[in-house]
């Protein structure tokens, strides 16, 4: 602990001041001390008293006298004010004038020791050390104190503190040293309190008040603003947004008279005052426009003019208009095309009448490109992304192109930019970009739950960016209570440095299906599949891509022989072979090992702008051919497209629909079994509000309560069994959040999902009333008689075919079932609901609630799904 040895005095500064000037008390205003009888002479001598660090000479030299020099009362009166401002001392006296023998006492300023801060919590050190100009082994002065001290108020008042004080506090040590303590009560957040708007005769207060970045405090969720306290720069800023709205309401004469900011009498919150005035309200009148471009003609400017005299003034629809031109004349080579709009105002009809002009200006060519800030990335990486060269004639829509394909890397920063400077010449631009690399090695070590998987345990490396070569190198396990997968892959975009893309991959996956009974899921049938891709791809337009790849995988179907398998004729052992009354005919119909060898190709249409696009659509045709060697011939044929709408207010629409069919090129093996096997099958994209697997075809086995009567109560048991074809759409809303919100990486959104799988051959059902157990006589030596029934028949009464309770047959009602086959339907499933992303510590989260509106006899629905410790 310090002990404060001395407080400077008068020396708070209270942050709300307007005027945060210290005062320094009058001891300490370089006082005159001089003794004035005689008012002239000559200086005989000077000599220097409490001197400690400063030699004599240094001193007398500050002080500008010298013997032999005449001297008078102003003459000294300069000599101090001369030493004073060395800031060198704290005090400084001349005597001796009266008798010429010019004596200079002074005491130094000391030396600082150290600069230490007090009573800073919401503010660290590292932000407020730079605002201090003081250093250690410095000459401590007052009036450099001052200033940081006004320094370290501006610094709260830009955070909102407007109540901080911030008191400076010396501590005495020895050999003239201090140590400097700022003690900084930081004291609450300046809110506003209220934000008043006079003059506003069109539009109420509440409508003027969402147009601005400043918020009134409170509320249900003022927990969570951060745009409620006092910034002065966001003042400014909702100046110019109320300007902004009232020039897109037709209001071109509008003004903010004054805005004002007081503290309350309380001096903790601020009420803002806005005057306005509205002025009459315009529409468009005449629009022309003039180029002086060869390439471009007041023709063609008029035809992409989308404003219509008569309609009400928008200076933003007039701001996209010369965007619009820009864009225009970029193409057309014209870098730094001077598009002017000049408007003609006409108070007396309320109209404004507007002229866009094109001024002459030379095309340009591209003289060089800058890339700057990748340390990782080899330069070729970026440079091939460019639609442009050096030399080529300027065209803002390939360099657009251009930013757009450097974004989708995935190596940079968001919302990077490709910027035009002028060149050596006036037809010269030279093309700027500047990156900042983010981290593209993943590493992660994560466990999780989903409602559809359970526990899932995920280890995955990987680097998008390997060796800063563009390369993707990742290598991944998996498990969970379903599934089980490895796989490495490797792939090079720029194979040989052409623009063709090289893919390799191996993989072994191990996949537990279910079956459900109510709530409670009962693993079935287990597929372990092995197998390697390779890939090709390369681009046929800008936008356009093929694809191709090849596969050889090794599928193995089973199932649990202690389960589902018995031996009929009694020599073998246990498992000899798959009983269909504990599988199911179609399933025991799908076991055994095939091999798949599968050529195919994706046709891509893409012109996103971006991995997190908030335009463009990506558009996929994908056909595979299974039948160059191995067991299974078939062609499946999808199609799947997003597209994406930028809406007002940061609004983000997707609009998703995919489609698929698999067509088999072989006969069926047999009646009642499809040629498509299960593991080939479609299943469809995950609808919200409908369970894994939850629609589609599917064989539903239902107990007898009696050998006529089915169960109606209790669960049944359901297999899902996929289709050969389906689809599915989904139209989704991300809705804006504030920058707070947005910070915790939380994105919110509301969706409309729809779909269907249908299109397989029925298989075999079994309908299998049970058996009819007889009597039992007592005797453990004797098995009780079995009547094994069929479908439609009744127990025996007794050996005279009467009612007997001595050898009555009694029905054994757990052993009957038949099944059903249900969902084979192309009726649309339809649900809807929201969701919500989250970039939590624990991993990418993602939560949805899903009412299911439209549904088929069979599904299973669910209503509430989220996902933890996995990529989505």
């Not at 004469?253 to 009498?265: I, K, N, Q």
């Amino acid at each position: 602990m310090l002990m404060v040895g001395t407080i400077l005095g008068g020396f708070t500064a209270p942050a709300f001041a307007q005027d945060s000037a210290v005062p320094v008390p009058a001891a300490q205003q370089a006082p005159v001390q001089v003794n004035r009888p005689p008012v002239t002479g000559s200086i005989r001598s000077i000599s220097v008293r409490g001197a400690e660090r400063l030699e004599p000479a240094t001193v007398i030299s500050y002080s500008n006298l010298s013997p032999g020099q005449e001297y008078s009362a102003e003459t000294l009166d300069t000599a101090l004010k001369d030493l004073y401002a060395t800031e060198l001392f704290a005090d400084v006296v001349i005597t001796g004038a009266e008798t010429g023998a010019l004596v200079l006492e002074v005491k130094e300023n000391p030396v600082i020791n150290r600069i230490l801060l007090e009573g800073n919590k919401r503010i660290k050190d590292d932000k407020i050390q730079p605002e201090i100009r003081l250093a250690p082994r410095q000459i401590f002065t007052r009036s450099k104190v001052r200033s940081d001290v006004d320094r370290i108020v501006e610094l709260y008042k830009r955070s909102g503190r407007f109540a901080a004080t911030v008191e400076p506090k010396i501590v005495q040590l020895d050999q003239n040293r201090v140590d400097l303590v700022f003690e900084i009560v930081e004291g609450p957040t300046s809110k506003v309190r209220a934000i008043n708007i006079i003059g506003n005769d069109q539009y109420g207060d509440g409508r003027l008040r969402k147009e601005m970045f400043t918020k009134e405090a409170g509320g249900v969720l003022g927990f969570f603003k951060t745009n409620d306290s006092y910034d002065p720069d966001r003042l400014a800023a909702d100046q110019q947004k109320l300007r902004a709205f009232y020039l897109t309401e037709g209001y071109a004469d509008f003004r903010v008279v004054s805005a004002l900011a007081e503290l309350t009498p309380d001096r903790r919150d601020f009420v803002i005052t806005y005057v306005v005035e509205e002025g009459p309200r315009y529409k468009f009148g005449t629009v022309e426009a003039e180029s002086n471009l060869r390439d471009l003609n007041a023709t063609t400017v008029n035809s992409y003019i989308r404003i219509k005299p008569g309609d009400w003034f928008n200076a933003k629809s007039v701001e996209d208009v010369v965007t619009g031109l820009s864009e225009i004349a970029g193409a057309q080579g014209y870098a730094f095309a001077d598009i002017n709009p000049a408007y003609d105002r006409d108070a007396e009809k309320k109209l404004m009448n507007i002229r866009f002009r094109i001024n002459e200006s030379p095309r340009v060519y591209v003289e060089r490109i800058d890339i700057n800030g990748n340390t990782i990335t080899l330069d070729k990486v970026i440079r091939r992304e460019f639609r442009v060269n050096e030399g080529d004639a300027f065209n803002a829509i390939k360099i657009k192109r251009s930013q757009d394909r450097i974004q989708s890397l995935g190596f940079f920063q968001e919302k990077l930019e490709v910027k035009q400077t002028q060149g050596s010449t006036p037809d010269r631009v030279i093309l700027g970009v500047d990156v900042e690399e983010k981290s593209t090695g993943e590493l992660q070590l994560s466990a999780g739950y989903s409602s559809l998987e359970k526990f899932i345990v995920s280890a995955n490396i990987a680097q998008r960016n390997f060796l800063g070569k563009g390369q993707v190198v990742n290598l991944g396990v998996n498990w969970s209570r379903y599934s089980r997968s490895a796989q490495v892959g490797f792939v090079e975009p720029y194979l040989f440095d052409k623009n063709i893309l090289f893919g390799a991959d191996l993989f072994r996956r191990d996949y537990n299906s279910f079956s459900n009974t109510g709530s409670r899921r009962n693993t079935t049938y287990s597929q372990a599949s092995t197998g390697g891709a390779l890939r090709l791809g390369f681009p046929i337009t800008e936008f356009i891509s093929l694809g191709t790849r090849y596969q050889l995988e090794q599928s193995k179907l089973t199932l649990d022989e202690g389960t589902f398998f018995t031996d009929p004729d009694g020599a073998g052992p246990l498992g000899s072979s798959c009983d269909p009354l504990r599988a199911g005919r179609y399933l025991c119909d799908q076991l055994g090992t095939t091999i798949s060898s599968t050529v195919g190709y994706s046709l891509i249409y893409d012109n996103r702008n971006g991995i997190r696009a908030t335009r463009g659509q990506r558009v996929v045709l994908s056909q595979d051919f299974a039948g160059l060697g191995g067991d299974v011939r078939y062609a499946r044929t999808r199609i799947d497209g997003t597209k994406y709408f930028s809406l007002p207010k940061d609004f983000l629409l997707s609009v998703h629909a995919e489609a698929g069919y698999i067509h088999a090129l072989q006969s069926d093996p047999g009646p009642g079994r499809d040629a498509i096997r299960i593991n080939d099958r479609f299943f469809g994209a995950q609808l919200r509000g409908f369970d894994i697997r939850g629609i589609g075809p599917r064989v539903q086995r239902v107990l007898y309560d009696t050998p006529t009567t089915l169960a109606t109560t209790g669960d049944p048991i359901t297999d899902a069994i996929g289709g050969r074809a389906y689809y599915m759409g989904r139209i989704e809303l991300e809705v804006p959040v504030s920058a707070n919100i947005r910070a915790l990486g939380l994105r919110p959104s509301a969706f409309i999902d729809v779909g269907s799988v249908f299109g397989l051959k029925a298989p075999r059902l079994a309908n299998e009333p049970g058996n009819c157990i007889g009597p039992d006589d007592g005797d453990p030596l004797t098995p009780r008689p079995v009547q094994i029934l069929t479908p439609g028949q009744n127990c025996s009464l007794g050996t005279d075919g009467l009612p007997s309770t001595a050898d009555d047959f009694l029905y054994q009602a757990n052993s009957g079932f038949r099944e059903f086959f249900l969902g084979n339907s192309p009726s649309p499933r339809l649900s809807i609901g929201v969701g919500v992303n989250w970039n939590s510590p624990f991993g990418p989260l993602r939560i949805d609630i899903a009412k299911a509106l439209l549904k088929q006899k069979g599904d299973e629905i669910k209503l509430f799904s989220f996902n933890v410790g996995t990529q989505f």
